[in-house]
């Protein structure tokens, strides 16, 4: 999933690139038919495999591996590119600071917002839920408080979608139900090769 926002003008191309940051490298893969133009573009969503007209192979899984691809988003004004960022394994990008001789996460900041992630998983369901269902979710919280974007993409859930809320709850602990995201998210399905359902979500800002 690639979410792009505040582009000098409409997006003319995207790629993965091969290279190390602070280095160019070639395309080794068109990512420009996955962004959508009915979203104007904002939002990518899609699969590089084998069956891909330029199929995934070892190689490249080694490149993400070592960190040796970076997309590349380009518009009319930058034609060599507008956007660019190297791929990470985990949240590598996150930095910490020390307080009170421990280490916590350092405020992110992006557009003047500050920006969280987390990863979803079952176990953190209370009680625990088994099934193998994941996601990963992006917050951006705008920089006067006011409105909140989220992105989201989760996988294998154990059967049909039926909600989404956000709660009020510290980790291990059940909350109140803040905001209902049921009725207002775009939801894109697509089928794997080897039948995993894929859900996107793009929730607009809710202010």
Not at 1 to 26: C, E, R, Y
Not at 101 to 117: E, S
Not at 118 to 129: D, F, K, L, N, S
């Amino acid at each position: 999933m690639i979410v792009v926002d505040n582009l000098s003008g409409p997006l003319t191309g995207a790629h993965f690139h091969n290279a190390s940051a602070g280095s160019n490298g070639g395309v080794v893969f068109n990512l420009t038919p996955s962004f959508n133009a009915v979203n104007n573009y904002d939002g990518a969503f899609g699969y590089w495999n084998a069956n891909s007209t330029t199929a995934f192979a070892t190689s490249n899984s080694v490149q993400f591996r070592n960190e040796e691809i970076y997309i590349n988003i380009h518009t009319q004004a930058y034609a060599g590119g507008e956007l660019r960022g190297n791929t990470n394994r985990g949240f590598t990008d996150f930095a910490f600071e020390e307080i009170d001789n421990g280490k916590i996460p350092k405020d992110i900041t992006y557009g003047g917002g500050l920006l969280y992630t987390a990863r979803m998983t079952g176990v953190q369901e209370v009680p625990a839920a088994t099934a193998d269902a994941s996601g990963v979710i992006g917050v951006l919280v705008s920089a006067d408080g006011t409105s909140l974007t989220l992105n989201a993409t989760f996988a294998d859930l154990g059967s049909k979608f039926t909600g989404a809320h956000i709660h009020e709850g510290a980790a291990g602990s059940n909350g109140s139900l803040v905001v209902n995201l049921t009725a207002i998210f775009v939801v894109t399905k697509s089928l794997e090769p080897w039948l995993r359902l894929k859900y996107l979500l793009h929730l607009w800002p809710i202010r």
